[in-house]
């Protein structure tokens, strides 16, 4: 990626509110995400199953939105999807707050965090449609790096800044992403404009791109690839927490790095891989995810379980861009948001499995760490080469 081509995305109105937003609401989601299951583990007496059920039925209620969601946005305009959402998500955050602070019943809480993977999800579909209007088929790996470099410097402050608001008090954990939520509504209708094609709206309300063969092989491939990463997004501060007993403030700085090492070596990353397309990519993360899941299993040592961690975020480096560019490139223009929402139903109804899996597999070999971390190694590596056989046979 060149310096005048940074800037001429940078200037890009939509990549520069997308990426700002996209900040602001990592910084107060990532909290969230790592640490609301161990308040619900160490604080409300929640088994490691409970949890993966969580994720499981978080996820099952995001498949009527990425079924109805990317149509939705092909038909009324990706703006007005846009601005809509982050009130309803700031709601959320209040009854978090509330349900925390007065020590309120768990449905509540669990309504809650339910809600707010739906919601986030036609978020990010908005997004990627609207990312991929407004940049060329060359540039687009590029744009959502930028994106993606955006949403981990909020990474790299979020989970830090919620490790250290826990120590005074769980409460405070809903009121960071709920304060990113306002300001990135105003952001939104200050700064973005529609960015549909005039040339045509999606009259049908639900239309899937079933006959799309190449596209659903990919998006499968894809969704299996975000499965097998699960334990990133799942287990790992869990495991950090109960079996390495580390304090939150070193799982907070562990999870940094992972936004840290996203900001420096993501344009890199992309240099290195310049002429290698994204399939391919796909496939080498997850060797690279593979390798570094087993060393969880063999390090106790904080000094390498950061190195792993930044060996792990080349991996992220490589697979997250690559997956969110190769469904706009096979998108017709006019049905992004159909494609894009296809694959989040895709996503939705494999994804849900993961945390079901991994915390099962948590709760089983909680002192075996060898055998839980080879496990989900084993599944990364094995998909790896499904994607480099299918691409010898130009299958995707």
């Known amino acids: 990626m060149t310096s005048s081509r940074i800037i001429r995305l940078i200037k890009n109105r939509t990549v520069f509110a997308i990426s700002t937003v996209e900040l602001l609401r990592v ?22 199953l409970d949890i993966g059920l969580l994720f499981l039925i978080s996820s099952v209620t995001s498949i009527p939105v990425s079924l109805f969601g990317g149509n939705l946005v092909d038909r009324i305009g990706r703006r007005k999807i846009a601005i809509v959402l982050p009130p309803f998500i700031s709601l959320v955050f209040l009854l978090m707050f509330l349900d925390i602070y007065y020590n309120l019943s768990l449905i509540i809480m669990y309504l809650s965090f339910i809600s707010l993977f739906p919601l986030g999800g036609l978020q990010e579909v908005t997004d990627n449609v609207m990312i991929t209007d407004t940049t060329m088929e060359g540039e687009r790996i590029d744009a959502f790096s930028i994106v993606r470099i955006s949403a981990n410097i909020g990474f790299s402050i979020g989970p830090a800044l919620s490790g250290i608001a826990l120590s005074y008090n769980f409460a ?59 334990p990133w997004g799942y287990i790992l501060s869990q495991f950090l927490s109960t079996v390495d007993k580390l304090n939150y403030s070193l799982i907070g700085i562990i999870f940094a790095v992972n936004g840290i090492a996203v900001i420096t070596l993501q344009l890199p990353v992309n240099r290195a891989l310049y002429n290698i397309d994204e399939m391919t990519r796909v496939s080498l993360g997850l060797i690279i995810y593979s390798v570094t899941f087993f060393i969880f299993s063999i390090t106790r040592n904080l000094t390498f379980l950061i190195i792993n961690v930044v060996a792990l975020t080349i991996g992220e480096n490589i697979i997250s861009p690559a997956s969110s560019s190769v469904i706009g490139k096979i998108a017709p223009e006019d049905k992004r948001g159909q494609y894009y929402g296809g694959f989040s139903l895709i996503n939705n109804l494999i994804g849900p499995f993961s945390p079901l899996l991994y915390e099962f597999l948590l709760s089983l070999f909680f002192r075996e760490s060898i055998i839980l971390w080879g496990i989900i190694s084993s599944i990364c590596l094995s998909l790896a080469l499904i994607i480099i056989f299918l691409r010898f046979w130009k299958r995707v």
């Open 172 to 230: 405070l954990l809903p009121l960071i992403p709920l304060v990113g939520e306002i300001i990135g509504f105003f952001l939104y209708f200050i700064i973005i404009r529609e960015t549909m094609p005039n040339s045509h709206k999606e009259n049908r309300l639900l239309s899937f791109p079933h006959n799309d063969r190449r596209f659903l092989i990919i998006a499968i491939i894809l969704a299996i690839s975000w499965f097998s990463i699960g």
């Open 27 to 48: 910084m107060g989601r990532s909290g969230t995400w790592i640490f609301i299951p161990i308040y619900l583990i160490l604080k409300r007496d929640v088994p490691f």
